[in-house]
């Protein structure tokens, strides 16, 4: 085998792996960054279903205690009127008893 002959078989030895080492790289970049961005897309679709979902749960609970405080304040005025209505009694009985 000649010098020349080792020389082509080493370059093209050299040619291949650099081909190798140059085009691997920059497919596995692209294949990366449309994994990145697919995931991306769905990560940030689940995300936004989650928000919606969370909203409105939110806007609910928010509806059901509204409900729930206005039962509440309608029940408290009704037993404040009553117990003054019981005191306003007594102290008319109060009065009525002190002039007579």
């Not at 080492?21 to 936004?48: A, C, D, H, L």
């Not at 405080?69 to 009553?82: G, M, V, W």
Request: negative net charge.
């Amino acid at each position: 085998m000649s010098f020349w002959e080792l020389f082509i078989l080493i370059a093209a030895g050299a040619t291949i792996f650099a081909l190798i080492v140059g085009i691997f790289p920059v497919y596995n970049g692209r294949m990366t960054r449309r994994e990145i961005s697919r995931e991306i897309r769905e990560t940030t679709g689940k995300i936004s279903q989650q928000i919606t979902e969370t909203t409105e749960k939110i806007s609910q609970q928010i509806t059901e205690t509204t409900e729930k405080i206005s039962e509440l304040i309608i029940a408290e005025t009704e037993k404040t009127r009553e117990l003054i209505v019981l005191e306003t009694e007594k102290t008319r009985e109060l009065i009525k008893t002190l002039k007579g």
